[in-house]
T-cell receptor, first 117, second 110 residues
Framework: GAVVSQHPSWVICKSGTSVKIECRSL??????MFWYRQFPKQSLMLMATSNEGSKATYEQGVEKDKFLINHASLTLSTLTVTSAHPEDSSFYIC?????????????FGAGTRLSVL | GQSLEQPSEVTAVEGAIVQINCTYQ??????LSWYQQHDGGAPTFLSYNGLDGLEETGRFSSFLSRSDSYGYLLLQELQMKDSASYFC???????????FGQGTTLQVKP
């Protein structure tokens, strides 16, 4: 199957700093990528849809100025958590859609565990 | 609203068969997917049902009944490594935006 690479896998930062997370599709082009957030023992919640060459679309309740998304190429999307606070500590996961167009089949990055002190 | 319901926990012994159910209520429906997630890891795709019936992939099978808004994942010949969380998911608008169930934690015991 397709491979999605996510970096870094773990980051610890001080409150008030910004953190950038990268998501790359390694062997296919992804015009659309998705960013999820997952709290411990909970499900994945979609935060936003990253669209190559255009603005991201955010789910209700997700602050777009807090979670900046850039999709500058067909293989790279970045999520920047700006002015991070302890409540932003979570597991962030990106995904890309299967090239066949079947939206239910997605390939996920390994995730980034963010801890804000 | 959109929701997918599945049991929170299931326990079974090695070698056994376990079934994880999922009922859904969504504005649109194209199919039901299943993902496996080990603790601290990424979700990995297991199976997809776009039509009613059974899909078999090795030890894992998935079933869908659109008329009942119901599906299940069947795991056979359970192994210790199958201990993980299992999520059913669907994409109501066929846009790639997946909605996940709350996940079922499967514990396989020796």
């Amino acid at each position: 199957g397709a491979v999605v690479s996510q970096h870094p896998s773990w980051v610890i930062c001080k409150s008030g700093t910004s953190v950038k997370i990268e998501c790359r599709s390694l062997d296919f082009q992804a015009t659309t990528m998705f960013w999820y957030r997952q709290f411990p023992k909970q499900s994945l919640m979609l935060m936003a849809t990253s669209n190559e060459g255009s603005k991201a679309t955010y789910e209700q309740g997700v602050e777009k100025d807090k979670f900046l998304i850039n999709h500058a190429s067909l293989t790279l999307s970045t999520l920047t958590v700006t002015s991070a606070h302890p409540e932003d500590s979570s597991f962030y996961i990106c995904s890309a859609r299967d090239g066949t167009g079947r939206g239910d089949i997605q390939y996920f990055g390994a995730g980034t565990r963010l801890s804000v002190l | 609203g959109q929701s997918l319901e599945q049991p929170s926990e299931v326990t079974a012994v090695e070698g056994a068969i376990v079934q994880i159910n999922c009922t859904y209520q969504t504005s649109g429906f194209y199919g039901l997917s299943w993902y496996q997630q080990h603790d601290g890891g990424a979700p990995t795709f297991l199976s997809y049902n776009g039509l009613d019936g059974l899909e078999e992939t090795g030890r894992f099978s998935s079933f869908l009944s659109r008329s009942d808004s119901y599906g299940y994942l069947l795991l056979q010949e359970l192994q210790m490594k199958d201990s993980a969380s299992y999520f059913c998911a669907t994409d109501p608008g066929n846009t790639g935006k997946l909605i996940f169930g709350q996940g079922t934690t499967l514990q396989v015991k020796p």
